[in-house]
C-alpha cells in the first residue's frame, strides 16, 4: 500500500471527555501512543462531553484530510448509554454528512485479554510494592476489590462483573468483590464496610478507570481514610491509564492486530 492510499484510512479515537488536567495529560499520552503504533495512518481524537472536538468535528476533520474509510474506536470500558446510544447515533448522522467515505463503529474495550492482562499488571506492581513493607501479606490473605464507574444500564455493570471474574482468574487471591462509585449497587462505601468486617489481613482496591478525574481522586480518598481506621492492610492499585497494552487492545478494536505487549 503506498503512502497516499494508506493515508485514505483513519482512526477516530472516541473518549468520554473530562476538565481535570491529569486526565487530560493521560489521553493526550495515550493518542501520541496509538498514533506512534498506527504510523501511516490518520488519527483524530474525540469527545463525547467536556473537551473538543465532537464526533462530527472530528470526522470532517479526517475527511478533509483524505480519509475515506474512518474506523470509529470508543475508548469505554462498558457497553452503557455512550456506547449502545450516542456514539452509534453521531456516526449514523455522519454517514448521511460524508455519503463517500465509509465509516464503521467497532465495539467498545469491554473485555478484550490486552485490558485484562493490563489490569492484572497494576495488581503485580502494587503488590510487588507491599511486598518490600513490613506487613506483606500472602495472595490467599488477600481480598481483591474491584471498583468500577457503574451504570443504570445492567448490561454495563454485567460486564464489569465478567471482566472482574477474567481477573481473578488470572491471579488469584483469597477472594474478590465487586462494587462501583455511581450509579449501581453496591456501592463503594456500603462495601467497604462489608469487605472491613471479612477476615482477611489485606484489601487491595483496585479502580477499572481508563484515566485519572474526580471520581479516581475521590476514591483514593475514601481508601486513605479506610486505611487510617482499620486493622487491614488496605492499598490501592494504580488505574489501567495510558500503557503498550491499551494501545494493542485499540489497535485489534481498529484492525491493526499487533502482537500483545507485556510491557
Known amino acids: 500500500m503506498d503512502r497516499d492510499e494508506q493515508r485514505r484510512d483513519a482512526v477516530l479515537l472516541v473518549g468520554h471527555g473530562t476538565t481535570d488536567a491529569a486526565g487530560i495529560a493521560e ?4 493518542t501520541a501512543l496509538v498514533a506512534n503504533a498506527l504510523a501511516g495512518v490518520d488519527l483524530e481524537i474525540c469527545f463525547l462531553e ?5 464526533i462530527a468535528e472530528g470526522l470532517t476533520r479526517l475527511v478533509s484530510r483524505g480519509a475515506r474509510r474512518v474506523t470509529v474506536v470508543p475508548l469505554l470500558l462498558f457497553a452503557a448509554g455512550h456506547a449502545r446510544r450516542d456514539i452509534p447515533l453521531a456516526v449514523e ?3 448521511s454528512v460524508h455519503p463517500d467515505c465509509e465509516i464503521q463503529l467497532t465495539p467498545h474495550l469491554g473485555c478484550h485479554d490486552a485490558l485484562v492482562e493490563l489490569s492484572a499488571q497494576r495488581f503485580d506492581e502494587a503488590l510487588a510494592a507491599d511486598s518490600r513493607t513490613e506487613n506483606a501479606t500472602t495472595p490467599a490473605e488477600t481480598l481483591l476489590l474491584f471498583v468500577g464507574r457503574g451504570s443504570y444500564e445492567a448490561e454495563a455493570n454485567a460486564e464489569m462483573a465478567a471482566f472482574a ?7 488469584p487471591v483469597g477472594w474478590y468483590e465487586v462494587c462501583f462509585l455511581s450509579m449501581a449497587e453496591p456501592r463503594v462505601d456500603r462495601t467497604f464496610e462489608l469487605v472491613g468486617s ?10 477499572h478507570l481508563l484515566f485519572r478525574g474526580a471520581l479516581l481522586d475521590r476514591l483514593l480518598a475514601t481508601v486513605e481514610a479506610r486505611a487510617r481506621t ?4 488496605w492499598l490501592t492499585t ?3 491509564g495510558p500503557h503498550a497494552l491499551l494501545v494493542d487492545a485499540i489497535r485489534n478494536r481498529a484492525g491493526h492486530p499487533a502482537a500483545t ?3
Not at 50 to 54: D, I, L
Not at 165 to 171: I, Q, S, T, V
Not at 198 to 207: E, K, M, T
Not at 230 to 233: D, H, L, S, V, Y
Open 50 to 54: 467536556h473537551a473538543e472536538p465532537t
Open 230 to 233: 482499620n486493622e487491614q492492610r
Open 93 to 95: 448522522r455522519a454517514r
Open 238 to 240: 494504580g488505574h489501567l
Open 261 to 263: 505487549s507485556s510491557t
Open 198 to 207: 471479612l477476615p482477611f489481613r489485606r484489601v487491595v482496591v483496585q479502580p
Open 165 to 171: 471474574r477474567l481477573r481473578f482468574e488470572r491471579r
Open 27 to 30: 489521553i493526550a499520552e495515550l
